[in-house]
């Protein structure tokens, strides 16, 4: 039985696939049980890492240290590609003032970090592992853990700074939660009220496309090709429906315009109001539930990657005299369709038409669920290389010894941001379902967090035994809540965000799941999660720069 033994004792390549296996389905189902309500979830997995290396159990360094930044790449990346579509389609006119109260958000925590590094002695480095666990930040832990590899500091050692990381962060899921708690105290917020003032505000709907059936009144324009109205209007715009002379059609633009015309507008809201002013008032006609209309409206899903990179006007066998493409969903995100959009896979297309014409669409479009069930490995291991040669790219400021580097984290990160949304003008396909990006992010963050663990338990009693352990716990606590609490009224007195903005903004500063799962599940909607793809990538760059800045600055 001596092979039995030394398959868990002796580092191996098949010891260490059992203790990963052992550590992270462990991990896996601790995060499932609630203690007071909450559950730390895959964090569990850190826990457990720990626990088995403070028993003595020990893996390969070189396999170790792999399985980590490859784990920790994974998930950035697969973080990126999801949130991407959603933060840049929300970098309007809020986004600046978010992201702002974000990054103060950042700036007070690292502020109240130097005060503590001063105060209390710690090495700056086991305040940076601190900061990161407070914030619940692993890509800062581990651009905290290689800015002291780089710069070869003495006096600390990467495992403390991870117990100083691991202390802090369960008290901080916990901190998170409690501040946006003592938020709603502080701002008398009531949620039915505040449900009932987003739906007054028309907030969820505010930037999808309407449909209004408008009776045309404009004598001006009978007579008048429909063509004239887009010109007139000059933006994007659908007419997917139209009574015309006692018929029900999908007009052309060469359709002639008749005393009478009833049409169904497709636009955002702001451009509806224009639409009234030009063609009429809205009619009680509703064209989708005549019975005399032979017209279908479904939803069809882009599946053939032969329709990809191209512009919707430029693709002749999707063109029917009968048939009008009216919506494009992408990302969670509902945008108007004009020539000039891309059709990418995975796009959700609402079409109008007869039969015969929504058949043809769909055969050419695909429509194939089962062809996007294998995400296309390719184009997102290219992404992974670039995001990793850009996170290693050097970048030297004044008075600095070492140049600095975005790492591993930010790197992919960054490159995932982008291919999101431009990869298909690079004819990169970096369509997952969401099960897919599910599994890689989650199985990435498993494989970074018992790597952690995994490396650093040994040292779990000492930092307890001499008193650091209970004061990391109090320094994070505080890094944790003074600035959510501060930023998040100031967010809502001068800022005049709501409540549920406010939760997903500082879920989002904080880049921390459970809180965004905790708020959303509050609301009973998806307006914190809007916020929280708006800051969450500009943070995460902020936190993995400031963890790497407070240690070439203050070593």
């Known amino acids: 039985m001596n092979w039995f033994t030394q398959l868990f004792t002796e580092p191996s390549v098949a010891q260490a696939v059992i203790m990963y296996a052992l550590v992270i389905a462990s991990g896996i189902a601790l995060g499932k049980v609630k203690f007071f309500g909450i559950s730390f979830g895959i964090t569990w997995v850190l826990f457990i890492g720990l626990l088995f290396s403070y028993f003595g159990i020990t893996i390969n360094k070189e396999t170790e240290h792999f399985v980590k930044e490859f784990g920790l790449i994974l998930f950035v990346y697969a973080v990126g590609l999801q949130v991407g579509p959603g933060f840049f389609a929300s970098l309007k006119k809020s986004a600046l003032g978010n992201n702002a109260l974000a990054a103060s958000v950042v700036l007070i925590g690292v502020i109240i970090t130097l005060v503590f590094f001063y105060i209390s002695g710690n090495h700056i480095a086991i305040m940076a592992g601190v900061m990161s666990g407070a914030v619940t930040n692993t890509p800062g832990l581990a651009a905290a853990q290689a800015a002291v590899k780089d710069l070869q500091v003495t006096g600390v050692d990467n495992s403390t700074i991870t117990l100083a990381y691991a202390v802090a962060y369960p008290f901080a899921v916990i901190g998170i939660i409690l501040s946006l708690i003592l938020l709603k ?17 028309n907030f969820i709907q505010s930037n999808r496309p309407l449909s209004v059936h408008i009776k045309l009144e404009n004598k001006q324009l009978i007579g008048q090709p429909v063509r004239m109205i887009f010109k007139m209007l000059n933006e994007p715009v659908i007419i997917s429906r139209m009574f015309h002379n006692g018929s029900i059609i999908t007009p052309t633009p060469d359709t002639v315009l ?3 015309d009833v049409m169904q507008f497709v636009a955002s809201k702001k451009l509806m109001e224009k639409i009234k002013l030009l063609v009429g008032t809205e009619s009680e006609m509703n064209l989708r539930t005549e019975p005399s209309s032979n017209l279908l409206s479904r939803q069809i899903v882009i599946t053939r990657k032969e329709i990809t990179h191209k512009r919707l006007g430029d693709i002749p066998e999707i063109q029917h005299e009968t048939l009008t493409i009216t919506r494009i969903k992408r990302a969670g995100i509902e945008m108007v369709a004009n020539g000039n959009i891309l059709f990418q896979l995975g796009d959700t297309v609402t079409v109008v038409g007869t039969e015969d014409s929504v058949k043809q669409f769909t055969a050419v479009v695909g429509n194939s669920l089962k062809r996007l069930e294998a995400p296309d490995l390719g184009p997102i291991f290219m992404g992974i290389v670039l995001g990793v040669i850009l996170g290693s790219i050097p970048f030297y400021i004044p008075s600095i010894p070492i140049p600095v580097k975005i790492g591993m984290a930010g790197g992919p990160l960054i490159i995932a941001l982008f291919l999101s949304r431009f990869g298909n003008h690079l004819y990169l396909n970096n369509y997952t379902t969401n099960s897919a990006n599910l599994i890689i992010r989650e199985l990435g963050i498993a494989l970074f967090l018992a790597s952690v663990g995994l490396s650093s338990g040994h040292n779990l009693a000492a930092a307890f035994s001499n008193g650091s352990g209970y004061r990391w716990i109090v320094m994070g606590i505080t890094i944790t809540m003074v600035p959510l609490l501060v930023m998040g009224i100031v967010a ?17 500063a904080c880049t921390d799941p459970p809180a965004l799962a905790f708020a959303l599940k509050m609301a009973g909607n998806d307006i914190p999660s809007s916020t929280y793809a708006t800051v969450y990538p500009l943070t995460m760059i902020l936190r993995i720069l400031a963890a790497q800045l407070l240690i070439l600055f203050f070593t």
């Open 492 to 508: 809502s007195k001068f800022f005049r965000k709501t409540y549920f903005e406010i939760c997903g903004l500082l879920a989002g």
């Open 258 to 260: 008749s005393e009478g």
């Open 185 to 201: 105290k502080i701002l008398r917020i009531n949620i039915d009220d505040e449900r009932e003032l987003h739906r007054k505000l």
